[in-house]
């Protein structure tokens, strides 16, 4: 079956982090950009990070830039998404997709067509 599955998502006090994996399941992770984003209660969900097929110029939301850091080895098919300073504003199901080169470049644009996407997993920030 082809997927992306998220982990490593769990409640933390604010000012703590987490890491985030998104692993692809029955296809090469290294010929999609993957994002991440987010949807928060009540909230539309909103693109947070993207990082490109080959691990360059990643992207962020101006909301997580110097706290959130994107990262990907394609010979372990896995992307993750580094997040400290975490702050109860960052709650939120995070969801990672995967965009096929051919299709687009990197965009958190919520909207934008993805080729798979996640479950989500979920961030809880809160003391």
């Known amino acids: 079956q082809l997927r992306v599955v998220e982990s490593g998502g769990g409640l933390v006090q604010p000012g703590g982090s987490l890491r985030l994996s998104c692993a692809a399941s029955g296809f090469p992770l290294g010929a999609y950009n993957i994002g991440w984003f987010r949807r928060a209660p009540g909230k539309e969900r909103e693109g947070v990070s993207c990082i490109v097929s080959s691990g360059g110029g990643p992207i962020y939301t101006d909301s997580v830039k110097g706290r959130f850091t994107i990262s990907r080895d394609n010979a372990k098919n896995t992307v993750w998404l580094q997040m400290n300073s975490l702050q109860p504003e960052d709650t939120a199901v995070y969801f990672c997709?995967?965009?096929?080169?051919?299709?687009?470049?990197?965009?958190?644009?919520?909207?934008?067509?993805?080729?798979?996407w996640g479950q989500g997993t979920q961030v809880t920030v809160s003391s």
């Open positions: 997709a995967a965009r096929h080169v051919l299709v687009g470049g990197c965009s958190l644009d919520p909207n934008a067509f993805y080729n798979y």
